[in-house]
């Protein structure tokens, strides 16, 4: 659990419905520079479902008993706990089970432990447990990607959907998958049914900018708040991609998917060494792969912006969906469990970085000019993240958190479930 103006933003309007029946956060207005100004009142800029999905969550707990007011007040930990657990754990449990799910069914029950410690040496583990919409967006397109794949395009639709209203940014997947349905089957029904699941979260995102702008053509985010300097906000901070950009989302230190996401380092590696696989490859087939040509319109799309670099994050936050898709292919594809020496050389370094940050910083990195695994390291010197599970409820210090959580991974390790269980299991 972790307080920033990002998560804030999202907080407030839970708060001020509680308080008051509405989302107008003027009460509220210092707390964040993550808002939009309309008309003289102040609301959240984000995209709504996380804050919209924890709403009845935190109401439930609210009629239990379980949370009070403060002078009338909502605003405190509880929502920012409720939103992490609804809109980050629970998603990135969600991510984590699928990992799992798809080696099971190819009867590989052998490399669970490498899924698991692939996707917890990414920057997906990271920004799990905090009120963020990047993992719960990541779990519906990976949800909608596995719809994809059995071509069942109303579902397509409706998870594309979901994840649009959690970070607008995801339509450009849904946009790959259309045009590459198009060219391979060329049949328009697959196309429509697909729009059709997608149609109810449009006209939702219309109704909503309608209501709080006056336009359903008008994001709040073209209302942002003179807090900090983008660009022309007649283009909602968007220009032409830029070749630094795309160079700092992808080979940086500082925002590198390849550094934040290590297992892509090894499923290179594996690439380059099969030249039996290399012989196959064409350019036609990697334009119309149904992640590749997301990666690339997506990483376009954010280069093009200009925070492309996520402001403090911790890796390229606005490409962790499609990271959670690469992810995914790779451990699907036959090559994973290959050249282990590699792929435990890249991931324990992943998941050393990911422990440290969840101790320490967790995702609030600046722009760095060093390599993040010494960055992390020197700020052990500073301050401990202490809103970790056990510090919360029982009040023990950070580093007893950090060091049960070390002891927990062991376990689970050392008693994870023999083959024949996972098998047997994968049947019934």
């Given at each position: 659990m972790w307080e920033n103006s990002n998560s804030c933003s999202r907080v407030l309007p839970i708060a001020t419905f509680f308080e008051r029946g509405d989302f107008v956060l003027n009460k509220y207005m210092d707390k964040t520079i993550?808002?939009?100004?309309?008309?003289?009142?102040?609301?959240?800029?984000?995209?709504?479902?996380?804050?919209?999905?924890?709403?009845?969550?935190?109401?439930?707990?609210?009629?239990?008993g379980m949370v009070h007011s403060e002078q009338g007040s909502y605003y405190g930990r509880a929502i920012y706990i409720t939103g992490a657990f609804i809109c980050g754990i629970l998603p990135f449990l969600w991510i984590m089970f699928m990992l799992i799910k798809t080696l099971v069914s190819q009867q590989r029950e052998h490399l669970v432990l490498m899924a698991v410690v692939a996707l917890l040496s990414s920057f997906v583990f990271v920004f799990s447990g905090t009120f963020f919409a990047h993992v719960l967006a990541a779990a519906c397109c990976l949800m909608a990607y596995i719809f994809f794949e059995k071509e069942k395009y109303f579902w397509v639709g409706i998870f594309c959907g979901l994840s649009f209203l959690t970070e607008y940014t995801t339509v450009w997947i849904f946009i790959a998958w259309l045009f590459i349905?198009?060219?391979?089957?060329?049949?328009?029904?697959?196309?429509?049914?697909?729009?059709?699941?997608?149609?109810?979260?449009?006209?939702?995102?219309?109704?909503?900018?309608?209501?709080?702008?006056?336009?359903?053509?008008?994001?709040?985010?073209?209302?942002?708040?003179?807090?900090?300097?983008v660009a022309e906000k007649s283009t909602y901070g968007l220009s032409f991609p830029k070749l630094k950009a795309i160079y700092g989302l992808l080979f940086s230190e500082s925002r590198g998917i390849l550094f934040y996401a290590p297992v892509l380092i090894y499923a290179i590696y594996n690439l380059f060494t099969d030249?039996?696989?290399?012989?196959?490859?064409?350019?036609?087939?990697?334009?119309?792969?149904?992640?590749?040509?997301?990666?690339?319109?997506?990483?376009?799309?954010?280069?093009?912006?200009?925070?492309?670099?996520?402001?403090?994050?911790?890796?390229?936050?606005?490409?962790?969906?499609?990271?959670?898709l690469l992810i995914y292919c790779v451990i699907q594809s036959a090559s994973f469990g290959k050249n282990k020496f590699v792929f435990?050389?890249?991931?324990?370094?992943?998941?050393?970085?990911?422990?440290?940050?969840?101790?320490?910083?967790?995702?609030?990195?600046?722009?760095?000019?060093?390599?993040?695994?010494?960055?992390?390291?020197?700020?052990?010197?500073?301050?401990?993240?202490?809103?970790?599970?056990?510090?919360?409820?029982s009040g023990q210090s950070a580093i007893h958190g950090f060091y049960g959580m070390i002891v927990f991974v062991l376990l689970i390790v050392l008693t994870r479930p023999k083959q024949s269980t996972l098998l047997s299991n994968s049947k019934s």
């Open positions: 993550d808002i939009s100004m309309v008309n003289g009142n102040y609301y959240m800029d984000k995209a709504p479902l996380p804050s919209m999905l924890t709403l009845p969550f935190f109401g439930l707990l609210k009629l239990l349905d198009a060219v391979r089957n060329k049949k328009i029904v697959n196309v429509l049914l697909a729009l059709i699941g997608f149609a109810p979260s449009l006209l939702f995102i219309l109704c909503y900018n309608y209501y709080f702008t006056g336009s359903p053509f008008k994001m709040l985010y073209l209302f942002v708040a003179d807090n900090f300097v030249k039996l696989l290399l012989a196959q490859i064409r350019v036609k087939s990697l334009l119309l792969h149904p992640i590749l040509l997301p990666f690339l319109l997506t990483l376009l799309f954010i280069s093009s912006h200009a925070a492309w670099e996520g402001g403090w994050s911790y890796g390229p936050r606005h490409l962790m969906a499609v990271s959670v435990w050389f890249t991931c324990c370094y992943g998941f050393v970085c990911t422990m440290l940050a969840k101790l320490t910083v967790l995702y609030s990195v600046p722009e760095l000019q060093e390599n993040i695994l010494t960055y992390l390291i020197s700020k052990r010197n500073d301050a401990y993240n202490d809103g970790n599970i056990l510090s919360l409820l």
